[in-house]
């Protein structure tokens, strides 16, 4: 909707190319390895040569079937492949195999949630999704100023499924969530790696402005903002993009539908989008079907194989975890998005403590800060959940205080091998933690009372965060005391006096 800030409304579509997870190629044998040398991964059927037949790769179609389901998608049973025809020197043969009028899945959709509320909830509808081949990539000298151009043909091939959003989306904020919980999904779904720093997911995003006028709403030319590889670049260039929009429409009043369709590219170095080509229309391709491929029917027992592969997505996850660890959506949402082996991480710490919010807390004040700093996984973190469920759960007990906790924590990332429960244990007696018992601790406390006459009076006249002043005290006198118990005897015992 039109604001104040922004008397017109943004409206979104986006193009998501992701690279599936497979080991070859979409219609040969040819390896998909990232970084090998240029044109090593390449056959006459990369190239198309006169003879050369393709064979679709049975992984990629069950990836691409994955996808649509979880995509909430209508699976087409038969669908084929056509060429789409253009010259581009990075696509020797003239063509890529694509598919036009009949795609893998149709009419599906996926919601983005902040569990922030920065917006609400949206549910994005998908026109389709396909699968095609990719292109192979381009390298220009620009640097060096030579104008050199080479080649590297080990990316023709590689399998894509393209996804196409509805116009749905309504702020850059609400493309960049969204694109976020889409990689996220994928990324379960084991279909792909979404490296962005490799070009696993690119995105091409359509975006146009709504202006209500008296007689309706002007609509301002579509424009297609082509191969960005991060979510960041994506909100930043739609961000620039809308401004640049209104301006434009303020200017010339040009509506869509008297000018082409545009495709601009985004310098991220300058922050802006630059004008690269007017967007050709489907018959520019002059798509056919291809002779070389036959059409594929999908029957019952593939969509049955697929969906039990499929695992639970994270929405389904988000919530699982609120109702089995009575965690609030926000870090329901912060554990699922560090993906599955994070997921299991907690919920085994959480398990064996019997309690989600202490190890959800553990788990990203400490756990995830660390990993943080010092980069890996979560499979080649030092404390197990085993031993920092030890920890945690001691902690809950009042063995020791969370400052003691963390003392022991910092112990165990030192160990140079990963740490168990028994070093925690061991932790814990070189620290010389020990149990304070009830009496021990009202004599302690009875003794700092007597010392401190002004916080005794600023308690009794309702000051009981005063209390607070006693707890430093406390703790030079015995490192093994619990501050809140600290506060609450001390309260107590002057409430009583």
């Known amino acids: 909707m039109p604001t104040a800030a922004a008397p017109y409304t943004t409206v979104i579509g986006l193009e998501v190319h992701v690279q599936l997870l497979t080991h070859t190629k979409l219609f040969c044998g040819c390896p998909t390895d990232f970084g090998a040398p240029p044109n090593t991964q390449v056959c006459p059927v990369c190239l198309g040569l006169p003879g050369s037949l393709p064979v679709l790769n049975r992984r990629a179609f069950e990836l691409a079937l994955r996808a649509g389901l979880a995509l909430e998608c209508r699976i087409a049973p038969f669908t084929k492949w056509d060429r789409k025809n253009y010259f581009y020197p990075d696509l020797p043969k003239g063509y890529q195999i694509s598919q036009f009028d009949l795609p893998f899945a149709t009419d599906g959709s996926l919601e983005v949630v902040d569990p922030r509320g920065a917006f609400p909830p949206r549910r994005v509808g998908i026109i389709r999704v396909h699968l095609e081949e990719d292109a192979g990539k381009s390298m220009h000298d620009e640097a060096a100023g030579t104008g050199d151009s080479r080649i590297d043909l080990n990316r023709a091939g590689t399998p894509l499924v393209e996804i196409v959003s509805q116009p749905d989306l309504r702020s850059p904020q609400e493309a960049r969530a969204w694109l976020t919980e889409l990689r996220l999904l994928l990324v379960y779904l084991g279909v792909s790696d979404c490296n962005m720093q490799e070009g696993s997911l690119r995105v091409d995003a359509n975006v146009n402005l709504h202006v209500p006028r008296g007689d309706g709403i002007a609509k301002t030319p579509i424009v297609e903002i082509k191969n960005m590889n991060s979510f960041r670049s994506v909100e930043r260039a739609l961000a620039y993009e809308a401004a640049r929009q209104w301006e434009e429409w303020q200017e010339t009043g040009i509506e869509i539908g008297k000018a082409p369709k545009q495709t601009r590219g985004w310098d991220d170095a300058a922050g802006v989008t630059r004008a690269q080509r007017h967007k050709e229309e489907s018959s520019d391709y002059r798509y056919f079907p291809d002779p070389d491929l036959v059409p594929v029917t999908v029957s019952d027992a593939d969509v049955a194989a697929a969906r039990g592969a499929m695992g639970e997505p994270p929405t389904a996850l988000r919530r699982a975890l609120e109702a089995r660890w009575g965690i609030s959506a926000y870090d329901a949402d912060v554990i699922v998005n560090q993906g599955r082996d994070v997921v299991a991480y907690y919920e085994t710490v959480a398990g064996m403590v019997g309690a989600g919010k202490p190890a959800s807390n553990w788990l990203q004040q400490d756990v995830l800060r660390t990993l943080n700093d010092r980069g890996g996984t979560i499979a ?118």
């Open 380 to 497: 080649e973190f030092p404390v197990g959940p085993e031993a920092l469920a030890d920890l945690v759960g001691r902690v809950a007990r009042g063995e020791f205080d969370t400052a003691r906790g963390r003392e022991i924590f910092a112990g165990l990332l030192t160990l140079g091998r990963p740490a168990t429960p028994a070093d925690v244990g061991t932790a814990v007696a070189a620290l010389g933690i020990t149990a304070v018992s009830d009496d021990d601790l009202v004599e302690l406390v009875r003794d700092l009372l007597a010392a401190n006459p002004k916080i005794v009076a600023d308690v009794k006249g309702g000051k009981e965060q005063a209390a607070a002043g006693l707890i430093g005290q406390a703790r030079k006198k015995n490192p093994n005391v619990n501050p809140a118990k600290v506060r609450e005897t001390a309260i107590a015992l002057i409430r009583g006096s």
